[in-house]
């Protein structure tokens, strides 16, 4: 403990936990900003746009993460912390008007809304915890790595084609890796991660409240996908699939979720701490979803005739990459395998070769058998054997 005095702008330890209001309408922007990824990838599912879109997803989510956090350490019912969120969000909708085009011509726009969302938020944050030079410094350690990845962002705008990709790709990377470590900066140290710096119960709420935003873009890219589609018997089979998707991603999510955060598992519910790597598997498991809506938009527009592999590949790998995500959020909050999910990758690679003798509809609905079995799989499993709970009572990976 410091002997210095608490910022004001700091969330106090006897104030609740869950999210506001406030968070939930940040979030909204994410539908919008997740369909236009996924509407680009399904416009050209190329390993190029693939690429491209992952850059992009990775920096709204980056965006995504650093607001969780905010309205984690500091209090989100002060009006300039509800400001702030209100610019960020509006900043968000800048980059996600930007998104289609962000390799092209419009690259600028979405590098402005980038860097105004970095620029608001450590103008509030670091002056407003001078008083407390320990906590001022993790803010200045944020902002001593956006002064490290800008330069790479303003490079990529002045550049075109693999030379904007690789120089965006690794100012994420930077980005997202530095988190990771706690922002080492010279004569300030590093903000050590493992300490009760992020609350539990707040961080996975945000990161349940995510998930259900991107189930929220998937339905939406359905929803628009049958208004188009003229009632004509195969697109409206191939939306019912795909809403059948959305929902075994849902039931997948959230039967995991309450198995893992039941009562007698009191252990695990202790070792949601530092948010950091829980918001990477959650990456990957939204990136999953993203995937899939963008086949759900090719399947739904020709649901029948032949299957290109760019198109294999987006139908399967679209659940493989959830799959994967769900299997690393296992080992993050156990330290075990969920090998249930890991054999249904596996399984879904191994289909992958026999795929192009099939119609996009059928290979999205093999997709969903083999995420049903799955599913089903776990509820038997559930029954017969409980979820062991952590090992130990500190040191473990975090939730």
Not at 262 to 274: G, K, Q
Not at 289 to 299: Q, R
Not at 367 to 376: D, G, H, Q
Request: glycine share 10%; proline share 6%.
């Amino acid at each position: 403990m410091t002997s210095s005095p608490l910022p004001r702008i700091l969330r106090k330890g006897d104030e609740p936990k869950y999210p506001t209001f406030l968070e939930l309408f940040f979030d909204l922007v994410y539908i919008f900003i997740l369909s236009r990824i996924a509407g680009a990838l399904a416009a050209n599912p190329s390993p190029v746009i693939a690429a491209r879109m992952a850059v992009v997803l990775l920096a709204v989510w980056w965006v995504w993460v650093l607001t969780a956090w905010l309205t984690d350490l500091f209090n989100p019912q002060l009006p300039i912390i509800q400001a702030t969120v209100l610019l960020v969000m509006f900043g968000t909708l800048v980059m996600a008007v930007s998104t289609p085009r962000a390799f092209g011509e419009q690259g600028w726009i979405f590098v402005i809304g980038y860097f105004g969302i970095h620029i608001v938020r450590d103008a509030v944050l670091i002056p407003g915890t001078r008083v407390n030079p320990a906590i001022q410094a993790r803010s200045i350690r944020v902002f001593f790595w956006f002064g490290v990845t800008g330069p790479l962002w303003v490079a990529g705008v002045l550049v075109d084609g693999t030379a904007r990709l690789v120089l965006w790709a690794v100012a994420v990377a930077l980005d997202l890796g530095s988190a990771r470590i706690g922002w080492p900066t010279p004569r300030l140290g590093r903000t050590e991660l493992a300490s009760q710096i992020f609350t539990g119960t707040h961080l996975a709420e945000r990161h349940r409240e995510i998930f259900i935003i991107a189930l929220g873009e998937l339905i939406l890219s359905i929803g628009i996908q049958l208004s188009s589609s003229g009632y004509q018997a195969g697109r409206v089979a191939a939306c019912a699939v795909a809403f059948a998707s959305a929902v075994l991603l849902f039931q997948m999510y959230f039967h995991r979720v309450r198995q893992l955060m039941a009562p007698r598992n009191v252990a695990l519910v202790e070792r949601v701490r530092s948010g950091t790597s829980t918001s990477y598997t959650h990456l990957v498991m939204v990136a999953g979803v993203v995937v899939i809506s963008a086949g759900a938009i090719l399947v739904i527009g020709r649901p029948f005739g032949e299957s290109p592999t760019s198109w294999i590949v987006v139908i399967l790998g679209g659940p493989a990459l959830y799959l994967l995500g769900g299997c690393l959020f296992d080992f993050v909050v156990t330290g075990g395998i969920l090998w249930s999910r890991a054999i249904a990758i596996v399984v879904l690679g191994a289909v992958g070769p026999a795929m192009p003798l099939l119609p996009p509809l059928v290979i999205m609905i093999v997709a969903n058998l083999v995420l049903l079995l799955t599913l089903l799989g776990e509820t038997l499993a559930r029954w017969i054997s409980p979820v062991p709970a952590a090992s130990g009572t500190g040191g473990g990976p975090d939730w």
